[in-house]
Every structure is written in structure tokens, then in C-alpha cells.
């Protein structure tokens, strides 16, 4: 591996060893308030965070300023003939606090609109990749090109006064929010049909006409599409991409800087990109059984397989759930509305009986119940989009609605530049020796 590199590798081993001992025996001490596990495991669990938008509870799921998902799908307004709310409405709620009217909908609807154009530096920068670069890559770039229009970079290089930081922050994310459907699109279109694009439908609601952009005006998909939209947008503060986006933006970044730094964190296989790895799994499970529709029992076996081999089944478990995500369960309620003899959605269906019994057994998983990713790609599957690397795409589109509204938030709340303190496990050894503390000031 070369000199350097195999003294890093012998070093890393001794010290993983070294810290695994370490939480063997004293994981359960505490600094200040948190556990020494806590502090090298993730900081999980640690509340270290204000996120006004949304809260996630162990057992009810997902909260937006107080309301569950089902509510939200009673409550919100929704398309002429349509069914399932429109993410606008859930913006305006995560963002004034207040449950919008229909008109309060279509307004913002027509403000995206109104702030939708996307200047053609941002196609060129998307041209200068590869057609064969990951759909997130590509959309990553597109957003930093776009940070060239922001007006929070441009009124504080010439001495905006604190006080008005919310409100070029506020500029910024709705002309961002605005103009993700067409950046979006057009990545779709480049990749996946030839740079055929398609231009956008004014008349349309935002999730509406990304789905006319991409190439998709069956009803039920712009339906999914809203409801994708809205059940992805936020999952409180500690997630990757929200955390990312909050931490970046602490150091008074633009809204597309700190976007796109949130979005390099949801392209992570243990994030965003949890939802392209379900359907994968699935595909190669349809394939290696040469069947569309697998029983049970064969499902059974593969999943053994699968974790004998030290993998994961993909869409199962989650850092904070303790039951069946509220959004896979709205997801296959939609399903059952819309799709119910599809194979591959009643795969889903029979898989979220069987793997849940097995993981159990095992005894060491805390929630062996699906995330919403375990549903998401079977329902995109059966309008015809099986280009499952644009998964997470569809999923960042969706999240700058919740990471957006938060961070207009910290920027009206005045909230401080985040930076905790972090120790050595030289420090950490001496302090379990009785040779002073490690949390500091």
C-alpha cells in the first residue's frame, strides 16, 4: 500500500482496538452530561440542537410543527382533483407555523414559479460532466453554479447589518426551492433520455410540474410526486443533510453553499442513498430467484443470506424510530390505492412481513421495522421510472423544503456559529486514570 499508508493502517488498528476496549469497560461514564459511548458513537441520541420545524418521536414518528403525517395528509391543501397534499402547503407550515388556506397555497405556488428561471451558466455547468456522472454529482454542481445568483453572498459582501440576515436568507431559499424542479429535470432528461428536455408548464403546481419536466403527466405520478415531496422534506435536526445544511449555514454561508453541502451528505449509502440501495436489493433478489414475484419463504431465505453474508437488508431500521416509519405506511397506502396487483409493490408488501420476525430473533437490533426507503422506489418502479440512481435526486428536491425553512429560521433567531468541543482518546485515557477532565468551555 506504500510506507505511509501502511504505518496509518497499523496505527488506525492499534487505536480501534485501543477504543474498543476503552468502551467495553467505561462506555458508560459520563462526560458532563453525555456517556463516553455517546461521544465516539455518533452523538447519538445527545440533544445538542433547536430545529423549529419538525420533531421525530421514537414511537409516533415524524411531527411538522406539531401534526403527523396523516394529519398532514388530511389537513393540507391539495391539487384540483387530487388527493394527496401539496408540499407547498407543508412548506408555508414548517415555515409560518400556521396551517395555510388553499389561496395561501396558490400563492406560493405562483411565487416558485415567478422566481423560476435558471440561468444557462447552470445547464453549462451541468454540460462540463460526464453524462455517465451520478445523478447527485450532477445536481451538487448545479447548485454551486447557482450560488452565483445569491443575494445573501452579495448584501453581506457589502455590510448587511445582522438584523437583515433572515431576510436575504429568505430570499435565497425560495429562489432555490423555485428553481430545484428544473434542475432536477433537466438532469433526468440528459441522462437518462437523450437530452430531450422538456420545458415547464406554468399552470402547474411545483411537484406537478417537476413530474411534467421529467417527462411523467400520468396523474397518479404527479400525485406521488406530491406526496414524495412532502413526506421526505424534513426529519428534524439531526439527520446528515439537515445537520450539514444547519452547521454550514452557522458559518453564514448562502443558503446554496450550505444546500449543497447538505446534499453531499444525503448522497451517503447510511442517508439519501438508502432508497436507491432498497430497490437494488430487490432487483437482484427478483433476479437471482428468476421470478417477479417471490413467496415468502423464498423471500426468508434470501434475506438470511443476505445478513449471514454481514450485510444489511436495505430500508430496515432507523438511528431513532422505534416502529414502522409513518411514511412507508403512507406510501403503502398509496400503493393499495393506485397499484394493488403490481408485483413488485406486493414484494415490498410481503417483504415488510417477513423481515421484521427475523431481524428480532437475532436480538440485537432495537427497530426492525422499515424506513420510508424501503417503499419509495417500488411506487417510482411502476410509472416507469426504474432509473433508480435519480432516486436521491427526487429525495434532495424534496428535503430543501424542510432544510430551507430551518434555515431562514436560524438566520431570523440569530443562532451563533456552531462549534463543539472535541477531545483525543489520549485525553480520554487520562481522564479515566483520574488525571483531569476532558469538556471544556
Known amino acids: 500500500m506504500g510506507i505511509i499508508k501502511d504505518r496509518f493502517k497499523l496505527k488506525a488498528d492499534e487505536v480501534s482496538a485501543e477504543i474498543k476496549d476503552i468502551l467495553k469497560t467505561h462506555g458508560d461514564k459520563k462526560i458532563g452530561e453525555v456517556t463516553l459511548s455517546q461521544v465516539y458513537q455518533g452523538m447519538r441520541g ?113 455590510g448587511m447589518n445582522k438584523k437583515d440576515y433572515w431576510n436575504a436568507a429568505f430570499d435565497d431559499a425560495m429562489d432555490l426551492i423555485a428553481r430545484l424542479p428544473r434542475i432536477a429535470a433537466y438532469i433526468y432528461r440528459r441522462k437518462y433520455k437523450g437530452g430531450d428536455h422538456i420545458q415547464p408548464n406554468g399552470l402547474l403546481d411545483w411537484s406537478g410540474n417537476l413530474a411534467h419536466m421529467m417527462g411523467y403527466d400520468d396523474e397518479g405520478f404527479k400525485e406521488l410526486m406530491r406526496l414524495y415531496m412532502t413526506i421526505h422534506a424534513d426529519h428534524e435536526g439531526g439527520n446528515v443533510s439537515a445537520h450539514t445544511t444547519h452547521l454550514v449555514g452557522s458559518a453564514l454561508s448562502d443558503p446554496y453553499l450550505s444546500f449543497a453541502a447538505g446534499m453531499n451528505g444525503l448522497a451517503g449509502p447510511l442517508h439519501g442513498l438508502a432508497n436507491q440501495e432498497v430497490i437494488k436489493w430487490i432487483f437482484e433478489l427478483r433476479e437471482k430467484l428468476g421470478c417477479d414475484l417471490p413467496t415468502k419463504e423464498q423471500i426468508a431465505d434470501y434475506v438470511k443470506q443476505t445478513l449471514s453474508e454481514g450485510k444489511v437488508v436495505p430500508g430496515y431500521g432507523h438511528a431513532v424510530l422505534r416502529k414502522t416509519d409513518p411514511r ?93 468541543k472535541s477531545i483525543t482518546t489520549e485525553s480520554v485515557k487520562d481522564w479515566i486514570q483520574g488525571k483531569g477532565e476532558i469538556w471544556g468551555d
Open 46 to 158: 445527545m440533544t445538542g440542537l433547536v430545529t423549529e420545524t419538525s420533531l421525530l418521536d421514537a414511537q409516533e414518528g415524524i411531527r411538522f410543527r406539531g401534526y403527523s403525517i396523516p394529519e398532514l395528509r388530511e389537513k393540507l391543501p391539495k391539487a384540483a382533483g387530487g388527493s394527496e397534499p401539496l408540499p407547498e402547503g407543508l412548506f408555508y407550515l414548517m415555515l409560518v407555523g400556521e396551517l395555510p388556506t388553499e389561496e395561501d397555497v396558490a400563492h406560493l405556488s405562483s411565487v416558485w414559479q415567478r422566481r423560476s428561471h435558471v440561468p444557462n451558466h447552470v445547464f453549462a455547468s451541468i454540460e462540463a460532466l460526464p453524462v455517465s456522472a451520478h445523478p447527485m454529482t450532477q445536481f451538487v454542481v448545479a447548485i454551486m453554479s447557482l450560488q452565483t445568483e445569491s443575494q445573501f453572498s452579495k448584501l453581506y459582501a457589502k
Open 328 to 420: 412507508f405506511t403512507a406510501q403503502m397506502e398509496f400503493g393499495k390505492k393506485h397499484m394493488p396487483d403490481d408485483p413488485l409493490v406486493q414484494t415490498v408488501w410481503n417483504i415488510y412481513e417477513v423481515v421484521p420476525p427475523i431481524l428480532q430473533s437475532l436480538g440485537k437490533i432495537k427497530n426492525p421495522w422499515p424506513n420510508v426507503d424501503a417503499h419509495s422506489g417500488a411506487l417510482l418502479v411502476h410509472y416507469g421510472m426504474d432509473e433508480y440512481e435519480f432516486y436521491t435526486v427526487l429525495f434532495g428536491v424534496s428535503r430543501s423544503l424542510g432544510v430551507l425553512a430551518s434555515l431562514c429560521w436560524d438566520r431570523a433567531l440569530g443562532h451563533p456559529l456552531e462549534r463543539p
